[in-house]
């Protein structure tokens, strides 16, 4: 093992470290080493298996490679409090406390930092507050008025004043999804919300959808995300973010607009496979005329109308605008009854073995292996079928399978998984103030949140993520978030610069979780690394880091 | 019928191993080729209007863009009796038209008839008889290239994307890189070897090498063209930046390209002389016209496809826009071609012509018209031919 590690292994267990130059570590060298004799967990090389346990958690399991790899899986990467609640719980009570949150999740400084960082909270602008049915009709009110000034430079400061909260409300929402991705516990369940955004995307550039992109993750995504697929259907089809993404709220008799009903059945459903035809496409079509965004009166129906009138939140059925006559899906006869005849549609396509193995296949895909065993999605679509779509037992029938333990090590992580397991690992001790190079990043890795223009979502593959280009600046990603000058400390409005310095990559968590597991070229590289920074660029951009 | 993802997953740990990515050094002349795929399925009805059908403005009381005025300098071109050409790309593309450097071939596409755009893009990209089970290990772009590797006319692929697009799947190394935004080289090459090195034996073992290598090359490109040009490309952006930049490099370097273009899916507003189409037809238009200039003299060995997976309805829908069609229409564009005509097998624009009384009908398959331009393009052989569009007879539309 390189001296140079070693020394650097008690620098600041989980802190930041204020140096920035050789000369620096040279200079503390000395110290270290002194420190580094009574060290009674300091490593010792290459090991299969971790030989000692936790002195100050007692007698507790050792950590195998699988063990590490598995919760690599479960959260979105390791980090000190994972590791010691799974040597706590062992993995079967520590699947079953993720299958099941309990709350609260957050540690207290992130907690405090997203109560205080809503833009709603005493700034100008009613389209920033409230549920999503507020804000859109405030959106809408305000657009009037813009509107209904003269042409003119009043006119474009009002326009350019609105688009900048509409930045500020979109960012704050990625923020919240940021930090729990970073910071929850319950790492399974933020996973899932992810997994549900992707597979349910909408694109924060259409339309007015950035202004309800983070009721859409908290109302429609998150309470159903370890719940029922069929409720998670039927919320992010009312859900005034959908409605607007897949122009349903356009869709009216007389005027239809098939694009939402596509989707619903070719991606969030059955698969382009999954036995439907264009005849169903049209048909359910049809069954969806009339769900759209309420506005601001409810509108005036006749007396026969008003009984099948739906308003919930800002979603509304407009009986007015829909087709009432008899329709028939998937050889099913659905008959015309209003909005009845949409959760009618939605139940059929939930309870069809196509839906399940559909999710199931692009669960195992997202969690076990690019090509899932077939064995293994069969059993998650009997469980899907067996307990009606929910989730979280079709998870730990994912989880405790023996194929994904055959299947640990070889996932690539996406760059969500990427950037979010690099921060974990790097900034475990204190909590980051900026989440704006996250998304960078993100950006940068082509995977931004709420930022995929199709309605297909992000692919999660190795092929789609391990090109060329996108290898290269992945090393780049590595290096801004080992050389600490990202600005994750800074205020997050640029107002103030925080703390800099790197990340002491080479901690505790890496001698207990990672360092015994390395393989000989990652650890040949970390041994020819000329500063700290150069040695967390390397960590970062292996082959060990960049698989799970 | 296996889903792409499906596919996707069987086959990418073997295929990203043994699969070296080199860096090419083309000679300095020869065929060019670049694809220019618009995902999302553009309304090629608003780009070639078919202005001689009465049809088409009772099909589009919102959306139709009104006929060609020999007195009005700024509205849509008359390319012929039929056919006009969209305002919006009137000055650029337009242009080339005019100096033959352009020809639209109405009536083209595919057979699949999915409706679905990622479904049809796929099976466009792959380029594989329908019939067939489909191989995502295999895009015709990427057949194309091992094709053409070897000898003096190595194909010197490189796609300028973010991700390997399906189309270059295959055995011939492919780099990858966006243009969009470019920085300097990241590292230097010590930290380039060590990075490397760390991936010796690994699948991505070439994806590594060739991605830094590729980062530093380009860089080394674009220092030279900023010093050799007196082109001032601050005034340029998006697409029409990145044009400009896949033009220097497939002057110098790169043989064959790959570059999509999103945002066409317009099922809501999408305008008609003016509006959120036309502005992204503007913009592609000054792209590849800027594209053209780059190259230089080699503008005249090279040709542009530009396609998209389908077309539109040809009714405009409820809410101004258009839904997923079929038949569509494809740009061949170059400096040496035989252009300054409307392609390919046609029909007259009416009701009773419309396939399922909804879309284009597609006359000219995307396989056999691609097929022809390379067969020109290279002298392929019938064997070559084959090879890259199997049971796919070239028809020869006479622009190359």
């Known amino acids: 093992m390189p001296t140079f590690v070693r020394l650097l292994n008690v620098a600041r267990p989980m802190g930041i470290a204020r140096i920035g130059s050789m000369a620096g570590i040279g200079g503390i060298a000395a110290v270290l080493v002194l420190g580094a004799v009574g060290c009674a967990t300091h490593p010792t090389g290459a090991q299969a298996k971790l030989a000692r346990p936790d002195a100050a958690a007692g007698v507790l399991p050792l950590l195998h490679r699988e063990d590490v790899l598995w919760l690599g899986r479960v959260s979105f990467g390791l980090d000190a409090a994972s590791v010691a609640d799974y040597r706590r719980l062992g ?44 804000r859109i009709a405030a959106v809408n009110a305000a657009r009037k008025s813009i509107y209904a000034l003269p042409e003119g430079s009043e006119r474009e400061a009002a326009r350019k004043a609105m688009n900048d909260r509409g930045n500020r409300v979109a960012y704050a929402a990625i923020r919240r999804e940021l930090l729990r991705a970073v910071y929850s516990q319950d790492q399974l369940e933020e996973q899932m919300v992810w997994f549900w955004l992707n597979h349910f995307n909408v694109y924060q550039h259409k339309a007015e959808i950035r202004w309800v992109i983070g009721d859409y993750a908290e109302v429609a995504i998150r309470p159903h995300a370890l719940g029922l697929f069929r409720d998670l259907v039927l919320a992010t089809l009312e859900h005034p973010a959908m409605l607007q993404y897949l122009d349903n709220q356009q869709n009216a008799a007389g005027h239809v607009n098939e694009n939402y009903a596509r989707e619903l059945l070719e991606l969030h459903t059955l698969g382009v496979n999954g036995g439907y035809t264009q005849q169903d496409v049209q048909q359910l079509a049809l069954v969806l005329t009339g769900a759209g965004i309420a506005g601001e009166n409810p509108p005036k129906l006749k007396p026969e109308l008003q009984g099948f009138y739906v308003r919930r939140g800002a979603f509304e059925f407009n009986p007015a605008r829909h087709d009432f006559s008899r329709k028939t899906l998937l050889g099913r006869s659905i008959p015309g009854e209003g909005f009845a005849e949409i959760e009618a549609a939605v139940d059929l396509l939930t309870r069809q073995p196509a839906c399940a193995r559909f999710i199931a296949g692009e669960l195992a895909r997202y969690f076990v292996a690019d090509d899932p065993p077939p064995a293994l999605v069969d059993r998650m679509a009997q469980t899907f079928m067996r307990t009606n779509g929910d989730m979280a037992a079709v998870l730990r029938t994912l989880f405790l399978a023996r194929e994904l333990d055959a299947a640990l090590g070889s996932k690539f992580k996406d760059p969500m998984r990427f950037v979010v397991s690099a921060v974990r690992f790097a900034y475990d001790g204190p909590v980051i103030t900026n989440t704006r190079p996250l998304l960078n990043w993100l950006n940068s890795l082509g995977e931004a949140p709420f930022g995929h223009q199709t309605p297909d979502g992000y692919p999660m593959t190795e092929l789609n993520w391990a090109s060329a280009g996108q290898m290269s600046r992945r090393f780049e990603i590595a290096r801004s978030i080992g050389s600490g000058s990202a600005g994750l400390f800074d205020a997050d409005d640029g107002s103030a610069k925080g703390e800099s310095g790197f990340p002491q990559l080479s901690n505790r968590l890496f001698f207990e979780a990672v360092e015994p597991f390395l393989t000989a070229n990652t650890r040949n590289a970390l041994g020819r690394a000329s500063s700290q920074q150069e040695w967390n660029l390397f960590l970062l951009s292996s082959p060990d880091f960049s698989y799970e | 019928m296996i889903s792409r993802r499906r596919l996707l997953q069987l086959g990418a740990a073997a295929a990203l191993s043994g699969r070296s990515v080199r860096l090419y050094a083309a000679p300095p002349s020869g065929p060019r080729f670049l694809l220019v795929f618009l995902r999302g399925g553009y309304d090629a009805t608003s780009l070639l209007i078919p202005y001689s059908s009465g049809f088409y ?17 700024a509205g849509a071109l008359a390319l012929d009796a039929n056919w006009a050409l969209a305002p919006a790309v009137r000055e650029t593309i337009g242009a080339l038209y005019r100096a033959g450097q ?61 991700a390997l697009p399906l189309a270059f799947e295959g055995t011939a190394p492919v780099p990858n890189l966006s243009l969009k935004n ?12 060590i990075l490397t090195e760390m991936y010796s034996g690994h699948r991505l073992e070439s994806a590594v090498s060739g991605g830094l290598e590729l980062r530093h090359e380009v860089a080394r490109e674009m220092a030279d063209e900023m010093r050799t040009s007196g082109r001032d490309s601050i005034n340029t952006k998006g697409f029409e930046l990145e044009a400009e930049r896949m033009g220097v490099l497939m002057r110098d370097k790169y043989r064959i390209g790959f570059i999509d273009v999103g945002g066409w899916d ?49 009714r405009e829908n409820g809410n101004r826009g258009t839904d997923h069609g079929h038949g569509t229409v494809y740009w061949v564009l170059g400096g040496g071609i035989h252009g300054g005509v409307i392609a390919g097998e046609q029909l007259a624009v009416n009701r009773r012509t419309l396939f399922q009384d909804r879309d284009y009908p597609v006359l000219n398959d995307y396989r056999r018209v691609l097929g022809g ?11 070559q031919c084959t090879k890259v569009f199997p049971q796919a007879a070239p028809t020869d539309l006479r622009l190359a």
Do not use: C
Request: hydrophobic share 40%.
């Open chain 2, 266 to 314: 317009t099922h809501v507003g999408e305008g008609a002389a003016q509006g959120v189409l036309a502005a992204n037809l503007g913009s592609l238009g000054r792209g590849l016209q800027g594209f053209s200039q780059s190259l230089g003299a080699e503008w005249h060995n090279t040709v542009v496809v530009v396609l998209s997976e389908f077309g539109r309805t040809f």
């Open chain 2, 102 to 162: 352009v020809a639209f071939v109405p009536f083209a596409g595919t057979e699949d008839l999915s409706r679905s755009h990622f479904e049809t893009q796929d099976s466009i990209e792959l380029g594989q008889p329908l019939a067939a089970a489909r191989n995502f290990r295999s895009g015709f772009m990427g057949r194309l290239a091992e094709t053409l590797t070897g000898g003096e006319r190595d194909a010197a692929p490189i796609s300028f994307t973010d």
């Open chain 2, 182 to 193: 470019l920085g300097k080289p990241p590292f230097d090459d010590r930290q380039a070897r």
């Open chain 2, 57 to 73: 403005y009772e099909a589009r009381p919102n959306i139709a863009i009104a006929k060609p005025d020999p007195n009005q300098a």
């Open chain 2, 373 to 383: 331009l390379f067969r020109t393009m290279w002298g392929l052989s019938a064997d």
């Open chain 1, 91 to 134: 993995r079967e009570k520590f699947l079953e406390r993720q299958l099941h949150p309990r709350g609260p999740a957050l540690p207290e400084p992130v907690a405090v930092r997203l109560a205080a960082a809503d833009p709603g909270a005493g700034a100008a602008g009613e389209e920033m507050r409230g549920d999503a049915a507020a």
